[in-house]
């Protein structure tokens, strides 16, 4: 790891968050090169992480161990040199925070036990929610004491409607047909649901900003399967609830929503949700997004996974593709969803070479 020497290891605590190149384009400047950080860069395809894994069955408490979870939250960094590291956690912390039961099977995916009506949330309970995340907070400070002084710490959330279907369904989902049957039949009591993760989404999100994390990014992985009334107002608004929320206590803290699968709506959640960034899925046409989105926010994304794990010449195309179109503004480079567990880390070596070696030339 030869190409680590460069970095100064130096702890991360004192460094002023603003000089940081991922915080850079996050505000609004096109950095050339642009920073480098991928969605899911901890898990399965790291084999320092399946080896850190097999020492915890239990994902659950994997994610409530500040040492284990310091660990692999380092580890891409350690390996790839990336300039944002994100907390390692789980969206689902906050369900199994509030009492429901959560379970993650190995090969399966998350278990709930689901609630489908009003009733069912009395047995949610906010007043242990913080006691319960407190390692959560822990692993934050852990991590910035460790982290590289250029490193930017990102913390995350998953959006309010995206943890619903999660709590509704019962785990996974193919068409969120329970979720979104409560949605149209008795909004009044969905809210109820969803008002409860926007307060209790917005308390966790700031109390990771006061542990130090220096940007959040808001998972709304399922959003794409709202038609635009829906979108408005179980992904849109909430999120800008929660936003508006953070900005109140920490206006500085810049922060990414990936409504995944928006399409045409992703220019409106850029204007309407108080996002600083949004997160391009792979499906996004990049020349659209330049002149849709970038004018209104910065843009993160958005190379296709499989293309990733493919690897060669049609990985190459497409970073260059990408690189060429959103150079003229605020960009950061990452992938349209999670790195898949089966992708070689070679694929990754390379394609952190090629955009740390992009300049401004290239793409005249
Ligand atoms: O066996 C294992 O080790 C578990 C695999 C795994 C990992 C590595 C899960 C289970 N969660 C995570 C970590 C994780 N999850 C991170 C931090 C690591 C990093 O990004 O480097 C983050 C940000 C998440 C967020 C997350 N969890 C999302 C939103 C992002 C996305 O991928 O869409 C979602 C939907 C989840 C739920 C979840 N967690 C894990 C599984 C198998 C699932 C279900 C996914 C599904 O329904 O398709």
């Known amino acids: 790891m030869d190409k680590l020497n460069h970095i100064d290891w130096s702890e991360n605590n ?59 939250t380092l580890q891409p960094i350690l390996r790839y040199g990336l300039d944002a590291a994100i907390l390692f956690s789980d969206i689902l912390v906050i369900p199994d925070a509030l009492g429901q039961q959560v379970e993650f099977v190995s090969r399966e995916g998350p278990k709930l036990d689901p609630v489908s009506k009003a009733e069912d949330l009395k047995i949610f309970d906010r007043s242990g929610l913080h006691d319960h995340l407190a390692p959560v907070y822990e692993t934050i400070t852990r991590i910035k004491k460790k982290l590289p002084k250029e490193t930017s710490l990102i913390g995350f959330a998953g959006a309010p409607w995206t943890v619903a279907t999660y709590m509704v369904e019962g785990g996974s989902s193919k068409d969120y047909q329970k979720t979104r049957t409560w949605a149209y039949q008795s909004p009044q009591s969905f809210s109820m649901l969803i008002d409860l993760l926007v307060d209790t989404t917005s308390d966790y999100l700031i109390r990771q900003i006061d542990a130090g994390v220096e940007a959040i990014q808001i998972f709304d992985s399922w959003a794409g399967v709202l038609p635009p009334g829906q979108f408005e107002q179980w992904a849109l608004a909430p999120v800008k609830e929660i936003i508006r929320r953070i900005c109140q206590s920490h206006p500085d803290i810049p922060v990414i929503g990936f409504p995944r699968g928006a399409g045409f709506q992703y220019v409106k959640y850029a204007k309407e949700a108080g ?90």
């Open 14 to 72: 004192m460094t002023s968050n603003v000089n940081k190149k991922f915080i850079r384009a996050l505000k609004g400047e096109a950095v050339v090169p642009p920073p480098l950080w991928l969605m899911r860069q901890a898990g399965r395809h790291l084999e320092e992480y399946r080896a850190l894994r097999a020492k915890n069955k239990n994902f659950l408490k994997f994610c409530y161990s500040p040492d284990l979870a310091t660990e692999a």
């Open 275 to 364: 996002v600083d960034a949004v997160s391009l899925d792979s499906t996004v046409p990049v020349e659209w997004a330049a002149e849709n989105i970038q004018p209104i926010c910065a843009v993160q994304g958005n190379l296709d996974n499989l293309a990733l794990l493919a690897g060669g010449e049609i990985m190459e195309q497409e970073v260059c593709r990408i690189l060429q179109a959103f150079s003229g503004g605020p960009f950061v480079f990452n992938l349209g969803h999670g790195i898949l567990p089966e992708t070689p880390v070679p694929h990754v070596e390379r394609l952190v070479e090629l955009v740390r070696a992009r300049s401004t030339q290239d793409h005249g």
